[in-house]
């Protein structure tokens, strides 16, 4: 029994991250996008890289980036709350 909810939580933690890491490319390219559109709109004054590269910067300090941290905290809870309300309900 323990053994296999080892090999559950292994396994749940490999495919989590999998998925944390996906969601944060997909989350940079979106952001790294708008940033190029956003230059565009402005007038394309100064260096394109460095304006995407400071607007990276700010992105990664944001809260919105480690918002997707829940991808590892929101399916724990749901699990948890799940057995629990299976088995003591």
């Known amino acids: 029994m323990i053994f296999a909810m080892a090999r559950l939580g292994l396994m749940g933690f490999v495919i989590l991250s999998i998925i944390y890491v996906l969601v944060s490319i997909y989350s940079r390219s979106v952001r790294t996008e708008k940033?190029?559109?956003?230059?565009?709109?402005?007038?394309?004054?100064?260096?394109?890289?460095e304006y995407v590269r400071a607007?990276?910067?700010?992105?990664?300090?944001?809260?919105?980036?480690?918002?997707?941290?829940?991808?590892?905290?929101?399916?724990?809870?749901?699990?948890?709350?799940?057995?629990?309300?299976?088995?003591?309900?």
């Open 35 to 49: 940033l190029e559109k956003r230059w565009e709109e402005d007038g394309a004054v100064g260096d394109r890289d």
């Open 55 to 89: 607007g990276l910067a700010e992105y990664d300090a944001s809260v919105r980036r480690k918002l997707i941290l829940g991808v590892y905290v929101v399916p724990v809870i749901v699990i948890g709350t799940l057995i629990y309300v299976i088995n003591f309900w």
